[in-house]
């Protein structure tokens, strides 16, 4: 594509991952595949889903588009809550908070040609996401923030200990690494949809690795997982290299948008 606007061919390497044609042999056995690796661990990994093109032109757009992102930084609980219960003791997960910091990007900052827009909206990748995660059906989501972002952690921050609140997967992509640190671990099946644990939970609050999962992720890598009942984090990154990540939120109906009180919170602005 001219003007140095990549096609999607150029972006998703195809080559490995043959997915334009959701019914070949090749893109069900893909599916079938790490549709069982999130199955069976909570989570599947996709090395070199992201050309090294698009990944080049992907950091160029963050780091153009970082001074106009939302720089966050707060203390919360595992909950995503900021205000402790008076009715818990102060070592209940719920009075457990940690700071957390990162710059977002959101939806609105980046053009319908951006890498990361075109994979989104893809309707092959669309089927393909559906497929492992296990429904016949995704949407886009339609809020003008939430759909595609990137998350870029600088020296220091990090993201803690959290379960995602609604969100059945959460699908990342890495696109730069830290220099060091800034590790995606996660305790799979922290928590049940009846039962929420709390035994469990603050034992891995309170710093018991023993079921700690460290999933290994370089540039290029997508990342498909279980936030909602699993926690997980990314470590404190140090150095001089962001770790820069992309976050891609489908939903299970059309026509969703955000809270605004979230969006005001994660993005700096609740519309645009």
């Keep these: 594509m001219s003007d140095g606007v990549l096609a999607v061919e150029q972006i998703i390497n195809?080559?490995?991952?043959?997915?334009?044609?959701?019914?070949?042999d090749d893109c069900q056995a893909l599916i079938r595949q790490f549709k069982g690796d999130l199955d069976s661990q909570l989570y599947c990994v996709m090395p070199d889903f992201f050309t090294q093109e698009a990944i080049d032109a992907s950091?160029?757009?963050?780091?153009?588009?970082?001074?106009?992102?939302?720089?966050?930084?707060?203390?919360?609980?595992?909950?995503?809550?900021?205000?402790?219960?008076?009715?818990?003791?102060?070592?209940h997960p719920r009075n457990t908070f940690f700071q957390a910091s990162y710059t977002m990007m959101g939806?609105?900052?980046?053009?319908?040609?951006s890498c990361i827009v075109q994979m989104y909206?893809?309707?092959?990748?669309?089927?393909?996401?559906?497929?492992?995660?296990?429904?016949?059906?995704?949407?886009?989501?339609?809020?003008?923030?939430?759909?595609?972002?990137?998350?870029?952690?600088?020296?220091?921050?990090?993201?803690?200990?959290?379960?995602?609140?609604?969100?059945?997967?959460?699908?990342?992509?890495?696109?730069?690494?830290?220099?060091?640190g800034g590790d995606f671990e996660i305790v799979p099946n922290t928590r049940t949809d009846t039962d929420?644990?709390?035994?469990?939970?603050?034992?891995?609050?309170?710093g018991d690795r023993s079921n700690v999962v460290t999933v290994p992720?370089?540039?290029?890598?997508?990342?498909i997982f279980r936030g909602c009942n699993s926690l997980h984090r990314v470590t404190t990154v140090e150095g001089d290299e962001n770790r820069l990540m992309s976050v891609f939120v489908y939903e299970n109906e059309p026509g969703v948008i955000g809270d605004p009180e979230v969006n005001e919170t994660v993005y700096g602005t609740s519309t645009i």
């Design 121 to 180: 909206y893809w309707q092959p990748m669309i089927d393909f996401i559906a497929g492992i995660v296990g429904v016949s059906k995704l949407y886009p989501n339609e809020d003008p923030l939430q759909p595609t972002n990137i998350l870029a952690y600088s020296h220091g921050d990090n993201s803690a200990w959290h379960f995602d609140s609604v969100n059945a997967f959460t699908m990342t992509l890495m696109l730069q690494a830290a220099e060091r």
């Design 107 to 113: 939806r609105h900052l980046f053009t319908d040609t």
């Design 14 to 24: 195809l080559e490995r991952y043959p997915i334009a044609d959701s019914d070949s």
């Design 196 to 206: 929420q644990c709390y035994d469990a939970v603050s034992k891995v609050v309170q």
């Design 59 to 91: 950091v160029r757009e963050a780091f153009a588009i970082k001074p106009r992102g939302n720089a966050a930084s707060s203390k919360r609980n595992c909950y995503l809550q900021r205000a402790r219960d008076p009715d818990l003791p102060d070592d």
């Design 217 to 223: 992720r370089e540039a290029g890598a997508l990342v």
